[in-house]
């Protein structure tokens, strides 16, 4: 365990209990921002320049925004007024426990983490852009139709609004 | 063609850039209190009093009539007459301002005591340049600094100087002709009556 | 590239190796990495807000002399120490924050909004061996912290609690996420041709020189095409003029930074104004082939020198834009990214791989440039001719 990889843990972790207990929600989807920065950071920190960036793009750039804009078109800036913790927390925290320890239990036997770690492997822009047209073009092309078929919905909602 | 528009304009401000560089009408900034912008002769800001030869009290065409104090529409002149007379343009004895005092602040440069003043005594100066650090009492002058020659008023309004000049001079030249007509009426009358008298005096001796 | 020229030319490189080499024996190694990116950082640190400070001159006289009238001409010779009265005003005016404001947030905004701004400089090449971080992905990286600008500007505009500021916060975002779309998509197609994100790579490939003009992606159809997309979407991100609805003053009361004041003021300034520098650097980086000279006779004259040539060119031409063109209403400038901009930029792509797979001569320029004017006729004409203007009905909300 190296410094920068703890203090960007602690970084991500602080992020996101913030954004599960601060009261005002628009400070919890800034908190959220912060966290999706800090996983940018992880991927950084193990080299994936391509993913750490586009992590930052997408999910700082957009998702954060998204919430942001959901936030405010539905007035839910406002403080709440009910206590922070449900009265069921205790089941909850035990559930959340054996969840975590079985996600733990199967990284930590899985055969990725048994292996020696040897030289990293360099995969540069060029090398993603070519799996991804080359080996992985179906799950791309089925990415593709996907987001079409959302811009389509999108416009088709917008519109039947003005055909009044 | 879409984007045309831009074009033309950015052509007509790129012209206006490079035109203020070298004529003045494409940079007509007049920076001002190192240089003042040249006033037509119209020009007009606030009243001053004109007297005629050296003499500003002496000279003083105004004869305290109060018809401007009477015509002005915010009332900031002030006017008190005095209890003796002088002797006005043609020589004839007039009663003087004792006290002419106009509240700049007030005034609304509107000319109308020019426009009323039958002794063309009173009109219109074109300094602006007043400001002062006395609310109060700063801009309210009285007829010793509202005096101006004769000579300061063709200086800012000439044509307007020269007009009143000559109708003054006519006025004048007419009364005189009408005091040498009346004296020389009122000799010939003395002369009739002296020699009416004289012939009077000596009755004729016969009974 | 002869001795002298070489010399100067790498001037700074050689200075800062110098410098390291004094500090090696003083510093251990991990600390000699932090130096030498310190030293690469103090120049850009140094020089861009230095050419902030004297662009806001600049823009003021220029505007000025473009309405028919002086710009600021007291302080200083000519005008041109008016920068440092601006800031000795902005650092000595109060810092109000309105009493309902978000604190924490209302003072993290200007800061979460300016550190994006200097990070995108460290990709962009100054002049050769010049770059402060060679990335393999370099371009990404620049949009990815160009994504950090707009959640500070809604940081900006929510922590105010002023109803003004949130509609122009939430309109400046919808500004920049509409136009990032063009502005990403005309760099693709570069990106597509050089085959690499990084922004080394993409100079060295501008870097030949064949017949009268150099290799630069400007001088081909689609280059134009994607340049002009590149700088109109800028305008747009930067959030200057024609496209500065979000901050007008006359509109929406400077939208979202009305309730700043101050010190917080300068830096939105500031930010706005590095911001356009940056992305106007990559433009030159990307279209105008960096720091490369035009002609191979002029190669002499350093890298650095033409890089700044260009980037206050084309400040000038902004400057110009800004003092031509009336300010674009919200749904004419949304209108613009999505129906005019979008499809441009889409055919541009196609555009792109024709040139790329044809053979070179004369066909493929005039099948490009066929495409390319073709295309942005028929489609100025197509939405010009589709404005129905009509009465105007007002629909209220439910």
């Excluded at chain 1, 750490?52 to 007024?81: C, D, M, S």
């Amino acid at each position: 365990m190296t410094i920068p990889f703890a203090i960007i843990a602690l970084m991500t972790i602080t992020a996101t209990v913030a954004t599960m207990s601060l009261r005002n929600l628009v400070h919890c989807a800034l908190a959220a921002a912060v966290a999706f920065g800090g996983l940018a950071a992880a991927y950084l920190q193990l080299d994936a320049q391509f993913v750490g960036f586009a992590q930052i793009l997408v999910y700082v750039g957009a998702v954060a925004i998204l919430i942001v804009f959901a936030v405010l078109l539905t007035r839910g800036g406002e403080p709440t007024t009910e206590a922070l913790f449900s009265k069921t927390w205790v089941t909850g925290t035990a559930i959340a426990v054996v969840v975590f320890g079985v996600l733990a239990w199967t990284i930590r036997n899985s055969f990725a983490s048994q292996c020696e770690i040897t030289a990293l492997p360099d995969a540069t822009v060029k090398d993603i852009g070519g799996a991804l047209m080359g080996k992985y073009v179906l799950p791309l092309e089925v990415i593709g139709l996907l987001l079409t078929a959302a811009l389509i919905g999108a416009v088709i909602i917008a519109l039947k609004e003005e055909k009044k | 063609m879409v984007g045309e528009g831009i074009i033309k304009g950015m052509a007509e401000t790129a012209r206006n850039f490079l035109g203020s560089y070298v004529s003045d009408e494409r940079l007509t900034t007049v920076q001002y209190p190192e240089e003042r912008d040249v006033l037509p002769e119209a020009t007009r800001q606030f009243p001053f009093l004109v007297y005629d030869g050296n003499d500003p009290m002496a000279g003083l065409r105004c004869v305290a009539c109060q018809i401007c104090e009477k015509e002005c529409p915010p009332k900031c002149i002030c006017i008190e007459k005095s209890k003796d007379k002088k002797p006005d343009y043609v020589g004839k004895p007039q009663i003087y301002p004792a006290k002419f005092d106009i509240d700049l602040s007030v005034c609304m440069s509107c000319q109308i005591c020019v426009e009323v003043c039958p002794f063309e005594a009173i009109k219109m100066d074109t300094e602006y340049e007043l400001s002062t650090t006395d609310r109060f009492g700063g801009l309210l002058v009285d007829k010793h600094q509202l005096a101006k020659p004769n000579s300061h008023f063709h200086q800012i309004h000439p044509t307007d100087a020269n007009e009143v000049d000559e109708r003054l001079a006519a006025e004048k030249a007419k009364f005189e002709a009408k005091t040498k007509a009346d004296a020389e009426a009122k000799a010939k009358a003395a002369a009739e009556a002296r020699a009416k008298a004289a012939s009077s005096q000596t009755p004729p001796v016969s009974a | 590239m002869s001795g002298l020229s070489e010399t100067f030319d790498q001037i700074f490189v050689t200075l800062k190796h110098w410098l390291l080499g004094l500090l090696a024996p003083v510093l251990p190694e991990s600390l000699l990495s932090l130096a030498s990116v310190i030293l690469s950082l103090i120049p850009i640190m140094a020089i861009f807000p230095g050419l902030f400070a004297i662009t806001t001159v600049l823009e003021r006289k220029g505007l000025g002399r473009i309405q028919n009238r002086y710009g600021p001409n007291r302080v200083g010779p000519f005008g041109f120490l008016q920068f440092a009265a601006d800031g000795v005003k902005a650092l000595i005016k109060e810092d109000l924050v309105p009493r309902a404001a978000d604190k924490v947030i209302h003072f993290l905004a200007p800061v979460v909004l300016v550190i994006p701004v200097f990070l995108a400089y460290t990709v962009l090449p100054v002049g050769r061996n010049m770059v402060a971080v060679d990335m393999d992905a370099g371009v990404l990286f620049f949009f990815a912290v160009g994504a950090g600008t707009e959640l500070a500007v809604f940081m900006a505009g929510w922590s105010s609690r002023n109803k003004y500021s949130l509609l122009g916060a939430m309109r400046a975002i919808a500004q920049m996420v509409s136009y990032e779309i063009p502005l990403i998509l005309s760099t693709v197609t570069v990106i597509m041709m050089v085959g690499s994100l990084s922004t080394v790579k993409i100079i060295e490939a501008q870097s030949t020189y064949h017949g009268l003009l150099p290799d630069w992606f400007v001088f081909t159809p689609w280059g134009l095409a994607g340049f002009i997309l590149f700088m109109i979407s800028a305008l747009a991100e930067s959030n200057r003029s024609p496209f500065d609805l979000p901050e007008g003053e006359s509109e929406i009361i400077a939208g979202y930074f009305i309730e700043y004041s101050g010190f917080k003021f300068a830096l939105f300034f500031l930010a706005e104004y590095l911001g356009m520098f940056v992305i106007s650097g990559l433009g030159i980086t990307l279209f105008l082939g960096g720091w490369h000279a035009p002609l191979e006779s002029l190669e002499v004259i350093p890298s650095y020198i033409w890089f700044f040539t260009k980037l206050i060119a084309i400040i000038f031409v902004l400057i110009w834009i800004r003092g031509t063109v009336p300010r674009l209403r919200m749904d004419q400038l949304m209108n613009f990214a999505w129906k005019f901009m979008l499809p441009l930029v889409l055919l541009n792509l196609i555009t792109a791989a024709i040139w790329h797979f044809m053979a070179p001569g004369a066909a493929r320029w005039v099948v490009s440039f066929s495409i390319v004017i073709g295309s942005y006729l028929l489609l100025g004409r197509a939405l010009f001719n589709n404005q129905h203007l009509s009465k105007r009905t007002y629909r209220y909300a439910e």
